[in-house]
C-alpha cells in the first residue's frame, strides 16, 4: 500500500477503503451538485482525524460509524485547497477497526473538462442541451466526490444518481432500478463495480439515446450518443465487438465488467477514457458514417476503440501502483491496439503505420530534455505530464521489440499470466518482468531494464569486414545537438540482422548489451540492415559500402518497414547535422517508384521540411524536383478511386495529391483539386472520401475570402464529426491575414469548442505565412488561454511553435518561456523549445547550402 511519508501529496496509508456508496444529484441548469458519500474503510491505527481527497468541494457534515453503529461527528473539516484534501477532526480518537465514513457534500459542474463537468451541444433543429459527465484520470474524482484518489487504494463503487425524469443516466455498472423520488425527478441506482481506482468511475447524465444492447459472448454492448446521432453509430459497435472479443482470446480472461457502454461526449478534453463499462470518447473518436470517411478516420476510430478496451484488462483489472508506472497501462493498450486493428483489418498494414508513431517517440527522444519511460511523480500535476508521447509511443514500441525478439507466443503467454496472477491488483514494473521470466525463461529484466528506467536510445552504427566474414557493430545514445557530458549510456539491444551472402538472406539475432561487438557470418556478407523487421528502437548508421549496398538492393531485398526505417534514419542525420540536407534529397529520388504508403507518408514529412528551407528560384526548382518525384506514383494510381483499390491505396492517392499540389505547387493538381472540391460541395458522395479530404486542405493553402466563407459554413453545419474536423482544420491553412485573424478569434469567443481550440492553434502557427501572427495571438491572450482550456491541453497547443524556425521568430517564443511556466507539462515544454531550436539550427545550417545545391 502506498504511504506518504516521503511524500506530501500522498495520503497516509493507515486508512484503506474497500467500498463507496455514492450518491449525486447535479443541476444542470445551475452547474452544482449535491451528494453524499459512504466509505466502508479500515482503519489500522488510533487517530483523532482522517485525510482524504477533496478538490472544489464544500464538506457540510461528516462522521464516521463503526461496525457496531456508533457515529463519532468530525468536529472540524479543514479543507486545503492547495494539496486537494480534506482533513476530518473527530471529537475522540478512532480505534483501529472497520468503520465507514460519511459526508455530505456539494460541488459545481464545472467548464474545464475535468472532474464532474458540464457540456453543451445542439440536435438537429437548434435547440441547446446540457450534460454532465465526468473525466477522473488522472487525480479528479476528487472533485466530484470525497475519496482516497490514489491508484492503489482500490475499492468496489455503488452509485446512485437522481436526476430529471427526462434525462438519461448512466454510471459503471448496469442499471438495477429508476424510481420516481417527486419534483420530477428519478433515483437510478447502478450495480456495484468490481474493486478498481477511483479514476476508473464514471457518471453522466443529459439527453442521450443508446443503440440497442449488442451481446458479444454475453457481454451487453452499447453506443450511447447524443440524440439524433444513432446513424452514425455502425462502424463503433463493429469495431468494439471486435476489440471485446478479441482481448478476451488473447488474454485468456474474461471481460471483467458487467456491461460496456460506449458513449461520445461533446466536449472532451482527451481522446477517450477506460471508464471501467462506461468508455467516454469524443464524438470524432466514435461516431462516423463509414461511406464518407477516409482510411486513416477509420483506421484512427479502430485504434481509440482497442485502445480502451484493451485497458479493461490493463489498467483496470490490473493497475499500477503509483503514475511513474503508469506506461504499464498506456504503453500495453498502445501495442494491444495496434495488434487488434491489424488483425481487425489486415488491409491497413497496421504495424506498418505503428513505424510513423515509433518516429514520433524517437523525436523527442532525441533530445537533451527527454526522460525515462518511468519517471519519478510526486504531484497531481507531475502526473498530468506522464501522458505523452514517451509513455505511450515509446512504451508501445519497446513492448513490441521485446514481443519481436522473445516471440510472439511466449510473449502472449507471459501477458496473460502477468494479469491472472495480479488481477484486481497493483503492480511495479518489476511484476511484469517477473511474469515474463516466469513464463519465457528469458531475460526480459535485462533486456527492458534499461529501455524503461534510461532516458533516449541508442545509434547502431555498423559495418563491414573487408573479407566479409564479420558485421561490426557500436552502440551510442543519439542526439540533435551535442551534450557537453560525455554519455557513455548502454543498452541491451535486440538487434535483429537481416544478412544477404551469395547463398541466402538469413536473419541473425543478437543481443548487443556492451558498446560494441563483432558477429561472425559462416558467408560473405553483400549487404545487411540492422533493423530487419522494423521493430528495434534505435537508429541505424551503415557505413558508405554498406548503405550504398543496401540503396542498390532495396526494393528487392527489404521489405516497405526496413526502407521507411532506412528513410527515417537518413532523415535524423539530417536533423543531427551528420547528413546535408541536398544529400538526402539525392537519396529522396531514388524513391520514385516506391508504392508503399508508409515510405511516402515518411518521404512527405522530409520534404515538407525541406520545403521551408528554399526561396526565390531555389524553391522553383525544388517545387520541379518534387513534382518529378511525385508524379509518378500519382500517374499510376490516378485521380479517382478503382473497385481494386486497396485501403492503403485510397490512402496514397490522397497524399500524392497533397504532396504534389501543396508542396510541389502543381498548376494541373491545384485546378483538379479545387473542381473536385466544388463538386464535393455539390454532392459529397461524388468524390472518394481520402480524395475529398486531401482537396479540402489544398484548396484552403491557396483559398480566399470567398472560400474561406464556406468552409466556416460547412464547419459550423457538417454532416459527420469527421467532416467537422476537416473543415475546422483547413481553417488553419489559408493564407490570408484577415482569415487567420478570424479563425484565431475563433478560438475563444466560443464558436471552436475549447476541446479543440488548443490544436486548432497549434495548426495554426504551422501556417507558412500567418504562423507568427498565430504565436502573437497565443502570447497576448496568454492568461485566457490558461484559464478557459483544458490543463492537459495548453503543452499539446505549443507544439505548433517548433514550425516557427526563423531566428527571430525563435527568439520572440523562447524569451516569452524565460518569463512563462506551464507547471502541468513543464518538462512537455522544455522538450519543445528544445526542438525549436533543433529546427532554428537546421535552417541556418542547410538553407544556404541547399538552395546553392539545387540551382547549380
Not at 417527486?182 to 433515483?187: C, E, F, I, N, Q
Not at 498502445?334 to 506498418?352: I, Y
Not at 532506412?566 to 537519396?587: C, I, K, N, P, Q
Request: with cysteine; aromatic share 10%; glycine share 6%.
Amino acid at each position: 500500500m502506498p504511504d506518504a511519508s516521503n511524500n506530501p501529496h500522498r495520503l497516509p496509508s493507515f486508512v484503506v477503503p474497500s467500498h463507496y456508496r455514492i450518491s449525486l444529484q447535479p443541476n444542470l441548469e445551475e452547474a452544482i451538485f449535491s451528494g453524499n458519500v459512504e466509505i466502508e474503510v479500515e482503519v489500522h491505527q488510533l487517530t483523532d482525524n482522517i485525510q482524504i481527497n477533496s478538490a472544489e468541494l464544500k464538506i457540510s457534515n461528516a462522521y464516521v460509524r463503526s461496525d457496531s453503529g456508533t457515529e463519532t461527528m468530525a468536529i472540524e473539516i479543514v479543507h486545503d485547497e492547495d494539496m486537494e484534501r480534506a482533513t476530518l477532526f473527530f471529537s475522540s480518537e478512532v480505534t483501529p477497526g472497520a468503520y465507514t465514513i460519511v459526508a455530505e457534500f456539494t460541488g459545481i459542474l464545472n467548464d474545464q473538462l475535468r472532474g464532474f463537468y458540464r457540456s453543451r451541444f445542439k440536435d438537429d433543429e437548434g435547440v441547446e442541451h446540457t450534460i454532465a459527465t465526468t473525466q477522473f484520470e488522472s487525480t479528479h474524482a476528487r472533485r466530484a466526490f470525497p475519496c482516497f484518489d490514489e491508484p492503489a487504494f482500490k475499492a468496489s463503487y455503488g452509485v446512485t444518481l437522481i436526476v430529471p425524469e427526462d434525462q438519461f443516466a448512466l454510471s459503471n455498472g448496469p442499471e438495477i432500478s429508476s424510481k420516481s423520488v417527486g419534483d420530477g425527478h428519478k433515483s437510478v441506482v447502478f450495480a456495484d463495480t468490481m474493486i478498481m481506482s477511483t479514476y476508473l468511475v464514471a457518471f453522466i447524465v443529459g439527453p442521450f439515446e443508446a443503440t440497442a444492447p449488442l451481446d458479444v459472448d454475453g457481454v451487453p454492448l452499447r453506443i450511447v450518443h447524443p440524440i439524433g446521432k444513432g446513424h452514425l453509430a455502425d462502424y463503433a459497435l463493429e469495431a468494439g465487438a471486435y476489440a471485446l472479443r478479441f482481448f478476451t482470446r488473447y488474454y485468456g480472461i474474461p471481460y471483467p465488467g458487467q456491461k460496456l457502454d460506449m458513449v461520445a461526449v461533446p466536449d472532451f478534453a482527451f481522446g477517450a477514457m477506460e471508464n471501467l463499462g462506461c468508455i467516454t470518447y469524443r464524438e470524432v473518436l466514435l461516431l462516423v458514417d463509414k461511406t464518407r470517411s477516409t482510411e486513416p478516420e477509420l483506421l484512427r476510430i479502430a485504434d481509440v476503440i482497442a485502445h480502451e478496451i484493451a485497458h479493461m484488462w490493463f489498467g483496470d483489472l490490473v493497475t499500477m501502483e503509483w503514475w511513474n508506472g503508469i506506461w504499464l497501462n498506456e504503453a500495453f493498450a498502445t501495442f494491444m491496439a495496434t495488434m487488434c486493428s491489424d488483425n481487425f483489418n489486415p488491409g491497413w498494414g497496421r504495424w506498418n503505420q505503428f513505424s510513423l508513431e515509433r518516429s514520433m517517440a524517437f523525436d523527442v527522444d532525441s533530445l537533451i530534455n527527454t526522460r525515462p519511460i518511468e519517471f519519478e511523480v510526486l504531484s497531481p500535476v507531475d502526473a498530468e505530464g506522464m501522458f505523452d508521447l514517451l509513455t505511450y509511443e515509446k512504451g508501445g514500441s519497446v513492448l513490441r521489440m521485446l514481443e519481436q525478439y522473445l516471440g510472439e507466443q511466449e510473449f502472449k503467454d507471459g501477458i496473460s499470466y502477468y494479469l491472472k496472477k495480479h488481477k484486481y491488483g497493483n503492480t511495479e514494473t518489476n511484476d511484469l518482468w517477473d511474469a515474463i521470466e516466469h513464463v519465457t525463461k528469458q531475460p526480459a529484466r535485462r533486456i527492458m531494464d534499461s529501455w524503461i528506467f534510461q532516458k533516449g536510445y541508442p545509434l547502431i552504427s555498423a559495418s563491414i569486414s573487408e573479407d566479409g566474414s564479420s558485421i561490426s557493430l557500436t552502440q551510442d545514445r543519439f542526439l540533435y545537438t551535442d551534450d557537453d557530458s560525455e554519455d557513455k549510456t548502454t543498452w541491451s539491444v535486440p538487434v535483429v540482422l537481416k544478412v544477404g551472402t551469395s547463398s541466402a538472406v538469413e536473419e541473425v539475432r543478437y543481443l548487443l548489451e556492451q558498446s560494441s561487438a563483432e558477429i561472425s557470418l559462416d558467408s560473405p556478407i553483400h549487404w545487411a540492415t540492422a533493423n530487419a523487421g522494423g521493430s528495434g528502437f534505435f537508429r541505424a548508421r551503415y557505413s558508405p559500402d554498406m548503405l550504398d549496398a543496401l540503396s542498390n538492393t532495396m526494393f528487392d531485398s527489404l521489405t516497405p518497414i526496413e526502407r521507411y526505417g532506412l528513410v527515417d534514419d537518413t532523415w535524423s542525420s539530417v536533423m543531427a547535422g551528420r547528413t546535408s540536407a541536398y544529400e538526402f534529397l539525392t537519396f529522396a529520388k531514388t524513391f520514385k517508384t516506391e508504392t508503399d504508403l508508409d515510405v511516402w507518408t515518411v518521404l512527405s514529412g522530409c520534404l515538407s521540411t525541406l520545403d521551408k528551407l528554399v526561396e526565390g528560384e531555389a524553391k522553383i526548382q525544388y517545387k520541379s524536383i518534387v513534382r518529378d518525384l511525385v508524379q509518378p506514383g500519382l500517374d499510376r494510381l490516378g485521380w479517382e478511386s478503382s473497385d481494386g483499390d486497396s485501403s492503403r491505396d485510397l490512402e496514397l492517392r490522397g497524399l500524392f495529391i497533397r504532396l504534389i499540389a501543396n508542396v510541389g505547387d502543381d498548376d494541373l493538381a491545384l485546378r483538379n483539386a479545387k473542381d473536385l472540391h466544388d463538386s464535393y460541395l455539390v454532392n459529397s458522395g461524388s468524390v472518394e472520401p481520402n480524395v475529398a479530404a486531401a482537396v479540402t486542405g489544398v484548396v484552403a493553402t491557396k483559398g480566399d475570402r470567398a472560400q474561406y466563407e464556406l468552409f466556416v459554413d460547412k464547419h459550423h453545419n457538417p454532416s459527420t464529426p469527421q467532416e467537422e474536423r476537416r473543415y475546422q482544420s483547413a481553417l488553419s491553412a489559408f493564407p490570408g491575414e484577415a482569415e487567420m485573424h478570424r479563425t484565431l478569434a475563433m478560438t475563444l469567443d466560443g464558436t471552436i469548442r475549447t476541446q479543440d481550440a488548443p490544436y486548432l492553434l497549434a495548426m495554426c502557427m504551422r501556417n507558412k505565412e500567418q504562423g507568427f501572427k498565430a504565436w502573437q495571438f497565443i502570447k497576448d491572450n496568454w492568461s485566457r488561454i490558461n484559464k478557459d482550456f483544458p490543463s492537459n491541453s495548453i503543452v499539446r497547443m505549443l507544439s505548433g511553435v517548433t514550425s516557427l524556425s526563423d531566428p527571430d521568430q525563435a527568439k520572440d517564443v523562447l524569451e516569452f518561456f524565460d518569463d512563462h511556466d506551464v507547471p502541468q507539462g513543464q518538462l512537455t515544454l522544455q522538450q519543445t523549445l528544445e526542438k525549436l531550436r533543433v529546427n532554428v539550427e537546421l535552417r541556418t545550417r542547410e538553407s544556404e547550402a541547399f538552395q546553392r545545391d539545387i540551382v547549380t
